[in-house]
């Protein structure tokens, strides 16, 4: 299991993302936007816009950090967009960020467990997370409470790094993923392990094909991949 830190072997992955998380929320905004150049801000247009024509009012985003996913998702005029996350340091700068843009009765953020979600069964007509699923503990924990909680007829959206296949951009990304990201990563965040972590994360998620077999063993049906920017990045869509 690939952990940010891995001295502290008597932590949980989860204990440990949870840090991460909170020691680098100071940052995150402006690392995930500048680290990108921008690109992750149209992988989030696209992934909401799969949406559209489920005109989903209630929906939950997982793993939701600072909540750009959230305020992307008012796009789709929902009434109320819940994000979860593990991390109280991400969720405060989240809700400074909602209050500053007037969206506190459309963006609710709680603390909570992506794996052990404190909802109902069949609570939400969508669920939406957007690089958090290769950071649970247990992945297909987490996938099946997203499909719980999710009612009938509802979609899943998931954004998460993949891995480009491609010989020569591959190899162009390695190098600026494991070389250059981290570097760049530790001197603004202060925080060496979470840049560290982030390439090795993606390298051991099953991204494509496997990731759809587990979403499928979990009980999302008419899935599908798609993939973004080279590869970079993956869209994956399930319906319950």
Same mark, same amino acid.
């Given at each position: 299991?690939?952990?940010?830190?891995?001295?502290?072997?008597?932590?949980?992955?989860?204990?440990?993302?949870?840090?991460?998380?909170?020691?680098?929320?100071?940052?995150?905004?402006?690392?995930?936007?500048?680290?990108? #150049?921008? =690109?992750?801000?149209?992988?989030?247009?696209? !992934?909401?816009?799969? $949406?559209?024509?489920?005109?989903? %009012?209630? +929906? #939950?985003? =997982?793993?939701?950090?600072?909540?750009?996913? !959230?305020?992307?998702? $008012?796009?789709?005029?929902?009434? %109320?967009? +819940?994000?979860?996350?593990?991390?109280?340091?991400?969720?405060?700068?989240?809700?400074?960020?909602?209050?500053?843009?007037?969206?506190?009765?459309?963006?609710?953020?709680?603390?909570?467990?992506?794996?052990?979600?404190?909802?109902?069964?069949?609570?939400?007509?969508?669920?939406?997370?957007?690089?958090?699923?290769?950071?649970?503990?247990?992945?297909?924990?987490?996938?099946?409470?997203?499909?719980?909680?999710?009612?009938?007829?509802?979609?899943?959206?998931?954004?998460?790094?993949?891995?480009?296949?491609?010989?020569?951009?591959?190899?162009?990304?390695?190098?600026?993923?494991?070389?250059?990201?981290?570097?760049?990563?530790?001197?603004?965040?202060?925080?060496?392990?979470?840049?560290?972590?982030?390439?090795?994360?993606?390298?051991?998620?099953?991204?494509?094909?496997?990731?759809?077999?587990?979403?499928?063993?979990?009980?999302?049906?008419?899935?599908?991949?798609?993939?973004?920017?080279?590869?970079?990045?993956?869209?994956?869509?399930?319906?319950?």
């Amino acid at each position: 299991m690939v952990v940010p830190y891995k001295e502290e072997q008597d932590t949980s992955k989860k204990e440990q993302v949870a840090k991460m998380f909170d020691n680098i929320s100071h940052r995150y905004d402006f690392l995930n936007h500048f680290l990108s #150049l921008g =690109i992750d801000i149209l992988w989030r247009k696209k !992934a909401i816009g799969l $949406l559209k024509k489920e005109n989903p %009012k209630k +929906i #939950l985003d =997982i793993a939701t950090g600072t909540g750009d996913f !959230a305020v992307e998702a $008012l796009a789709l005029n929902p009434d %109320k967009v +819940i994000g979860v996350d593990i991390s109280a340091g991400m969720l405060a700068h989240g809700r400074e960020k909602i209050q500053r843009k007037g969206l506190q009765d459309k963006i609710e953020l709680r603390l909570g467990d992506s794996e052990k979600l404190p909802f109902e069964d069949n609570s939400f007509d969508a669920v939406i997370v957007s690089f958090g699923v290769r950071n649970f503990e247990n992945l297909e924990k987490g996938l099946s409470d997203m499909n719980r909680v999710l009612r009938p007829g509802g979609t899943c959206v998931v954004l998460e790094f993949s891995k480009p296949r491609g010989f020569v951009f591959k190899t162009l990304y390695n190098f600026y993923f494991k070389a250059i990201l981290p570097v760049i990563g530790a001197v603004f965040s202060k925080d060496q392990s979470a840049y560290t972590y982030l390439p090795e994360s993606v390298q051991a998620f099953p991204d494509g094909d496997d990731f759809l077999e587990i979403y499928r063993r979990v009980g999302f049906s008419q899935t599908r991949a798609i993939p973004l920017t080279f590869g970079i990045s993956s869209i994956y869509i399930g319906k319950k």
